[in-house]
């Protein structure tokens, strides 16, 4: 089976969101790469170094730019005319394109695959991630999406790809990229990050959110997440969230940090490696699940933390 | 303008799923359904651009059983004009739903169509992507702002890094993330006024489309279970336990 994998990057480097699905590809066969964008020649260069990589497609166009899915859409259509199967990271990028992609091709996707138990068979969260579901693809090409936290990161250094030059990729005229407000933040990205300090509702302020959680973080080189109870009261940005309808993350360490434990904040960082809670509620369903839990006031315990760590 | 707004109904979003012991998927039965979240949210910015003066009407559409009229009549009494549902009980996909919606979007003509970014029980996020490209049309998904400005609409997306901003040139397909709005409760009036709204039921094979499944369910586990750990009494303990699992130095 021939695969054509999404590569997602920024500022002319390859996001690591792209190497798990990497991985996922391998399982089915061949890993061609598909790297759409503006000026992308060093993308497309270290792309071809990604370990187990075969052909690296690479469409060149200001079209591209900003990966709209309305442009990029028929240039994956045209790609999979020979390729089986169609595989983004499950992104808001990889979200946005696969299904429009797949509907082109008269596929029903699968999204958010945990793993590869055949050429069309595949497991995926449903309900939040309360049930785990086995599905079979019965179409003849595969449109998938990969949960990042489910697969192993693929080498990002060892392949020996080849570059293959692609036109296509026209601006058909419907949307325009017109802005972003991206956070610039020298901290790791979230669903990379080997720890990260997560904080709820129970930090009260947006200052004090950021008074109480950021220090913490910036002593354990961590990432910065927060509960979507947080993120709608406006304590944190929405890039922030972690949850099933946010951010999937797997760190080695999660510090929750006054927060509950909804359902849907569990549903997005369940398999982080070890578990720290702290909340004043000895009976906060975040306890739980926690590894190690300890109840108090956050606003003395976390400084207290930072300090002695 | 006419809006076209699309809503599931799925299994309460308070309510804990139960995997059925066969594993042949979650117990749904005497279980709280209502509207899916997310479709709340797109009814609710139909409503707030009617109210706007943006648009003049909004139907509510639904593909699923006969009790899907319920979520139906939620939205009608929230603000919607009349409403359609597509009724089967067969299980019907996203790329199936998509089909359907492309058929009501071609009777029915509207300047854009509002749709929930996923639905809370399949979890697929691909209904209104799918959509857009069955009816070659632009498409603002995960939209926490939403302006329409002449023959375009302004989309502020909430994507991975941030925020991104889209012009999308009209008719244009728009799904909805959680701080689009606040949806509305409908109120004790509206709701008997609900009742008297014209909801019509059609069926798939009025729409010529075959929306058998694509993806065959083998099995539905439960996840496996994480244990509780211990609990510490002071930050000394806590960071002695993280030293001994090698999490700090």
């Known amino acids: 089976m021939k695969t054509l994998v999404w590569v997602e990057h920024e500022g002319g480097k390859i996001k690591d969101s792209t ?53 990029v859409a028929p240039l994956v259509v045209e790609l999979m005319g020979h390729h089986d199967a169609f595989i983004t990271p499950a992104t808001t990028t990889g979200k946005n394109i696969a299904p429009r992609v797949a509907a082109l091709l008269d596929v029903m996707q699968v999204s958010d695959i945990l793993s590869v138990e055949s050429a069309d068979t595949f497991t995926r969260p449903i309900y939040a991630g309360n049930a785990i579901a086995t599905v079979q693809s019965t179409d003849a090409k595969k449109v998938l999406t990969v949960r990042g936290t489910a697969f192993e990161k693929a080498a990002a250094e060892g392949g020996s790809g080849t570059i293959e030059k692609v036109s296509g990729g026209k601006d058909v005229g419907l949307s325009k990229f017109v802005g972003a407000e991206i956070a610039a933040s020298e901290r790791p990205e979230l669903t990379s990050a080997k720890i990260i300090v997560s904080g709820g509702r129970a ?27 947080a993120v709608d009261a406006g304590y944190a940005p929405n890039d922030y969230q972690v949850g099933q309808t946010g951010k999937i993350v797997a760190p080695e360490v999660y510090i929750a940090i006054g927060i509950s434990g909804a359902i849907q ?19 906060a369903p975040i306890f739980q699940i926690a590894d190690i839990g300890l109840v108090g006031d956050l606003f003395k315990i976390v400084p207290e933390l930072t300090q002695k760590l | 303008m006419k809006l076209l707004v699309a809503v599931k109904r799925v299994i309460d979003f308070n309510v804990k799923p139960r995997v059925k012991a066969d594993g042949s998927g979650v117990d749904l039965a005497n279980v709280k359904m209502s509207m899916n979240p997310f479709d709340e949210i797109a009814v609710e910015e139909a409503i707030r651009l009617k109210e706007k003066g943006a648009a003049t009407e909004i139907v509510a559409v639904s593909v699923g059983p ?13 603000g919607a004009d009349r409403a359609i549902l597509v009724q089967t009980d067969e299980e019907v996909e996203p790329l199936g739903v998509a089909k359907l919606l492309a058929k009501i979007a071609a009777e029915e003509d509207p300047g854009m169509i509002i749709l929930g970014k996923q639905a809370i029980d399949d979890d697929s996020n691909q209904t209104g992507q799918m959509l857009a490209a069955l009816l070659g049309w632009s498409q603002g998904t995960f939209a926490s702002k939403v302006e329409l400005d002449g023959g375009n609409a302004k989309v502020t997306r909430e994507v991975d890094g941030g925020l991104e901003t889209i012009s999308l040139k009209l008719p244009a397909i728009v799904t909805t993330d959680l701080r689009l709005n606040e949806p509305r409760y409908a109120s004790l009036p509206n709701i008997m006024k609900a009742k008297s709204k014209p909801l019509l039921v059609k069926s798939p094979e009025d729409y010529g489309v075959d929306a058998k499944p694509r993806l065959k369910t083998l099995k539905v586990v439960e996840p496996s279970k994480r244990e509780a750990g211990v609990k510490v009494a002071s930050v000394d303990e806590l960071i002695g336990k993280l030293k001994t699992l090698g999490v700090v130095q």
Not at chain 1, 212 to 227: E, F, H, M, N
Not at chain 1, 265 to 283: F, W
Not at chain 2, 66 to 78: D, G, N
Request: no cysteine.
């Open chain 1, 19 to 71: 190497l798990p699905a990497v991985t996922a590809a391998a399982k089915l066969g061949e890993v061609h790469l598909l790297v759409a964008g503006k000026d992308v020649g060093k993308v497309a260069e270290a792309a071809a170094k990604i370990a187990g990589v075969g052909k690296v497609h690479v469409a060149d166009d200001a079209a591209l730019e900003h990966a709209l899915a309305e442009n």
């Open chain 1, 203 to 229: 930090l009260g302020s947006s200052e004090q959110f950021h008074a109480t959680i950021d220090p913490l973080a910036d002593k354990l080189g961590a990432a910065v997440g927060a509960s979507r109870a």
């Open chain 1, 265 to 283: 904040h569990l549903a997005g960082m369940k398999d982080s490696k070890v578990i720290v809670a702290i909340n004043k509620d000895e009976d």
């Open chain 2, 66 to 78: 006969a009790k899907a009229q319920e979520a139906l009549r939620t939205a009608l009494a929230m």
